[in-house]
């Protein structure tokens, strides 16, 4: 079948939106080549959709229907209105580094940042350095998938981190996404790797500034964790409520490393947070939460896959689904255990609240185990908030929504306390309340 | 005015009437045992007072310092001062008691247009209690009732009830569960908290507990009606001949 035939119309526009883009995409020789392949994979297969196994639940051309066009490069007053939605987002002594747009901007970004940190755009990098050696940042990307090759054919900024060996840091780093434009999309690309022995903390928030409406944020994070280093990973979704956000992190654990991660959506109509987490030495630990706060008709759709490569590796997966209105949440978690991976141990539990009749919850675990000394497990549930335990607050003088608030942030804590930091989990827990506020 | 007023009180659950008619009146500074076998309807009555969902009221009223209770939710009569100590109190993995505490408590008080305890004044005040109370500051931490034993959930009432000050008490049975020094502490606890202002209406099967807290009235239920109505004497009557000569009634 001529593959052209079935969606020549969505191809051509495609086509238009990369060729449209072009001049604005750092890099050159290599790079160029990079995205252009990219480019080609993603036009050969189109966004996905229902009978994409991964992408069953989440079927982005009912969806997303189409990639808008690149936004512009942000100018004083989109900056300025970027300001303001970092002083009502980022609170905390982390160092912030702000992308509006799309494009790093370093005037609203702190400046000198802790030894043993380098902090780099990735538009610097791929215009001024070593090209040939530096391609590698858009091509090193250890799962295939279209929105990833989209990503890696669009990507017109990020940040770069580098910690040092043993280096111990003592403030987050906090990614800042800003949108300030409405209907068109963003694409960025950020890398962070931790050297042997380091000890960091990366957030990422995703926020849009005053007035802007249905953009997409398309964003891929790429993290290398050195051996005996750690790694703590928040990102906070709260895009504009007719935003799209379509997300990827691709992770490498080294030996005797830690990572512990929450992913918290409350924002966009429509998001995905896939998350590639592959063991690639011995002796580590994954803990891998999120939690899904929606209401309305929001979309919300988080596919964790967690590669044991090798042996004595352990990981935990505790997935929060908070569901109201129309919502829908989507949790897939796959945990592969290659054949040499002894020893391995992983867990998953999900669960779901359902606040009304309309809420849908789908849960996908998988389990491919090739390793046959290996404990692994999954659970889930699904069910609504306990009427007696409703009377109980409701009886000691909390009004109804008082009441749901509390047993809400109750069922979601078990997510968020793995979030060790007092100050950074308080971060997480203002972006609950945020969601349970505006609740009403 | 009297402070509760049952007039007539009919309730069904489900298709099936559990109270055919009740009526009970209790004034300020009066201590009111119900008494009666399982099934009695006992525990229906608190929680139509307490406002649990699930029943319906097909006739009568219950007037709560003279304003109709019925109408109002559960956190509105909370505020308004009834106070329900549950037979089984619910444990709260997640929320930590001291969280509740302060959220419940100035909940009423906002509600009431009364301002908000601060911080400091509020952990002063838990503290006083909860230390008249043999309550643990670490029990505090912990996740509402959540690895308690059943005695410690019952102080765990006592101690809402210190600190919310209800003008009526409703103890659902309330020696459920217990040991002796269990039940002694909790009703001392209890005993405390008697004063003219305040009224308690106290639900038990066994006339066990009304050795600690005295009642000035007892009132005998079966079959969904109070049938009988007497001092303390009448709790040791029934004490020695049993139940039996009321189901017939």
């Known amino acids: 079948m001529d593959v052209a035939l079935v969606k020549p119309a969505t191809e051509r526009a495609t086509r238009e939106l990369f060729a449209a883009a072009r001049d604005r995409l750092p890099g050159s020789g290599p790079v160029s080549e990079a995205r252009q392949a990219a480019f080609d994979d993603f036009a050969r297969r189109g966004l996905p959709y229902r009978r994409i196994e991964e992408w069953k639940y989440t079927d982005l051309r009912t969806l997303l229907r189409e990639i808008a066009p690149l936004a512009a490069a942000p100018d004083q007053a989109a900056l300025a209105s970027a300001a303001k939605a970092v002083t009502a987002y980022v609170a905390g002594d982390a160092y912030k580094l702000v992308l509006v747009d799309g494009v790093f901007a370093p005037q609203l970004s702190d400046q000198t940042p802790e030894t043993g940190v380098e902090v780099r755009a990735l538009r610097d990098i791929l215009e001024n350095n070593d090209v040939a050696a530096r391609a590698d940042l858009l091509t090193t990307t250890a799962a295939s998938d279209t929105m990833i090759s989209l990503n890696t054919a669009m990507a017109t900024d990020g940040i770069v981190i580098d910690v040092a060996e043993n280096a111990k840091l003592t403030r987050p780093l906090h990614i800042v996404h800003i949108a300030t434009q409405s209907s068109t999309a963003a694409f960025t690309r950020s890398l962070l790797r931790l050297a042997n022995g380091a000890q960091a903390t990366l957030v990422e928030s995703f926020v849009a500034a005053e007035g802007a409406a249905a953009y997409q944020a398309h964003d891929s994070v790429v993290l290398w964790i050195g051996d005996d280093a750690g790694l703590q ?6 895009d504009a409520r007719d935003a799209a956000n379509i997300s990827t992190a691709i992770v490498t654990v080294g030996a005797k490393a830690t990572f512990n991660s929450l992913n918290l959506t409350s924002g966009a109509a429509v998001s995905r947070y896939q998350g590639f987490i592959k063991f690639s030495g011995e002796g580590s630990h994954a803990d891998v939460n999120g939690v899904n706060l929606l209401n309305g008709r929001q979309h919300g759709d988080t596919t964790l896959v967690l ?6 590796c352990s990981s935990n997966e505790v997935f929060r689904a908070v569901l109201d209105d129309q919502a829908h949440s989507v949790f897939q978690g796959k945990i592969i255990v290659r054949p040499d991976a002894q ?20 849960n996908k675990p998988e389990l491919e185990i090739f390793a046959d000394d290996v404990s692994c497990g999954h659970g889930a549930t699904i069910g609504a908030l306990d009427e007696s335990l409703l009377f109980y607050l409701r009886a000691r003088g909390l009004s109804e929504k008082e009441a749901q608030a509390l047993l809400i942030q109750a069922f979601v804590g078990e997510a968020i306390e793995s979030v060790a930091d007092d100050g950074l989990r308080d971060v997480v827990i203002g972006a609950a309340e945020r969601w349970l506020a505006a609740r009403g | 005015m009297p402070l509760l007023e049952v007039k007539d009180l009919q309730v069904r659950v489900e298709e099936r009437e559990i109270l055919h008619g009740l009526s009970l009146t209790v004034n300020k500074g009066e201590v009111h045992a ?6 009695s309807g006992k525990s229906t009555l608190s929680h139509v007072i307490a406002g649990k969902p699930g029943y319906e009221v097909t006739g009568g009223q219950i007037l709560f310092k003279g304003e109709d209770l019925l109408e109002m939710e559960p956190d509105e009569r909370a505020a308004k001062g009834v106070f329900l100590a549950f037979q089984y109190p619910v444990e709260i993995p997640g929320v930590a008691t001291m969280t509740f505490l302060r959220t419940a408590l100035n909940a009423q008080r ?5 301002s908000e305890y601060s911080t400091p004044n509020f952990l002063k005040k838990v503290r006083e209690v909860a230390a008249s109370l043999n309550i643990p500051q670490d029990m505090l931490r912990r996740g509402i009732n959540v690895g308690f034993s059943g005695g410690e959930k019952k102080r765990n009432e006592v101690l809402q009830m210190a600190l919310f000050e209800p003008s009526l008490c409703i103890l659902d049975e309330m020696d459920s569960g217990l040991d002796i020094d269990a039940l002694r502490v909790a009703a001392d606890g209890v005993n405390a ?9 106290v639900i038990t099967h066994y006339q066990r507990l009304l050795n600690y807290i005295v009642p000035d009235v007892v009132h005998v239920m079966s079959k969904g009606r109070v049938v009988k109505s007497g001092n303390k004497d009448l709790a040791l009557e029934l004490e020695a001949s049993g139940y039996a000569q009321f189901e017939e009634a």
């Open chain 1, 233 to 238: 990973h928040v990102r906070l979704v709260e």
């Open chain 2, 34 to 39: 119900i008494m009666g076998p399982n099934g």
């Open chain 1, 307 to 312: 590669d044991h490569a090798v042996p004595h």
């Open chain 2, 110 to 114: 906002k509600a009431r247009g009364e």
């Open chain 2, 193 to 201: 908290l008697r004063s003219p202002d305040r009224a308690m209406v």
């Open chain 1, 343 to 362: 020893k391995t141990d992983g867990r998953m539990m999900t669960r779901a609240l359902l606040l009304s009749d309309g809420a849908e919850a789908d």
